[in-house]
């Protein structure tokens, strides 16, 4: 099981959205993160086989993106997927699953048991206009599934959840990760820091890291340092320095920078964490 991308470039008109990257991807989840506008997208849509590369090739076991076998073996949930309100969540999948040429027998079969692991089994007689946004999003993972996919890819699945119901979702791809490959993209830290076995950093069209997460923060351990100061000097600091956070107290400030060299005297400095990566990367977005 290996998806291969190599080289690959996508342009709009004067902004390359993708600029050649080339990835190794085998099973486990590959947590992409990065700001709005850093290509994630569109990297994603070529994986799928919606947009096509300018440049380089997408291969998963020999497989070119533009086979069907390759397309067969792909389960997509877009950032906004589109769904039927008046549909009950069965009906939903069962239609999807006749569009994706799976005989009705099967499809109820399998309908009913995605339905049941993505925690919607009670519900399955419920139209889908009356579910909470973390239903949907279950839903969207359901119908991605419908094809017993070998390749996942999830495009900001956690975007406007509770903290509840991203827990839920976390656990839920964990266990999908044991299976497949699968390719989740976010700007929400907390998304891949808790579950990704790999994390891509992408950032104006390139993977500026990509490792586990002790390695991806290693790009900025020892360069994390906090420190309390006055209004003026907190100011003064804020100018010089990338500040991660300013947290205000009486009489001043705690602040937390990112700097090669100490910032200041009294600073001390504090354990790197992949928010800290994350924020000193994409601060001016």
């Known amino acids: 099981m290996e998806l291969i991308l190599d080289r690959i470039t996508k342009q709009y008109k004067n902004k390359i959205a993708v600029d050649r990257i080339s990835l190794t991807m085998q099973k486990g989840i590959y947590g992409l993160l990065g700001a709005n506008g850093a290509g994630k997208t569109t990297l994603m849509r070529m994986i799928c086989g ?16 533009g086979e069907e076998g390759y397309r067969n073996m792909l389960g997509y949930l877009p950032q906004e997927f589109g769904y039927y309100p008046e549909f009950t969540a069965a009906d939903f999948l069962l239609y999807l699953a006749a569009l994706k ?6 499809a109820k079969e399998k309908a009913a048991g995605l339905l049941e ?21 279950r839903l969207g993972i359901a119908q991605a599934l419908l094809n017993n996919p070998r390749i996942l890819i ?4 956690t975007a406007g959840l509770d903290p509840k119901e991203r827990v839920k979702f ?3 791809i964990s266990e999908l990760g044991k299976e497949r490959i699968v390719l989740l993209s976010t700007h929400i830290v907390s998304d891949v820091e808790h579950i990704a076995d790999v994390i891509l950093v992408m950032k104006d069209g390139a993977i500026k890291h990509q ?3 002790g390695q991806i923060i290693q790009a900025v351990e020892g360069k994390v340092w906090e ?9 003064a600091l804020a100018e010089k320095y990338p500040v991660l956070n300013i947290r205000k107290e009486d009489g001043g400030a705690c602040l937390r920078m990112v700097c090669p060299q100490k910032p200041l005297q009294s600073a001390w400095n504090a354990e790197a964490t992949l928010e800290d ?5 994409f601060r001016e977005q």
């Open 50 to 65: 919606i947009l096509r590369p300018d440049s380089g090739e997408i291969f998963y076991d020999g497989m070119h993106v």
């Open 101 to 106: 040429g799976i005989p009705r027998r099967r």
């Open 117 to 137: 692991s993505v925690g919607l089994g009670s519900v399955a007689s419920k139209k889908v206009k009356a579910f909470s946004g973390g239903m949907r999003q």
């Open 154 to 157: 999830l495009d900001e699945p």
């Open 170 to 172: 976390r656990n839920l």
């Open 211 to 213: 490792g586990s997460l």
């Open 227 to 235: 420190c309390r100061a006055d209004e003026p000097l907190a100011k």
């Open 277 to 281: 990566l994350y924020l000193y990367y």
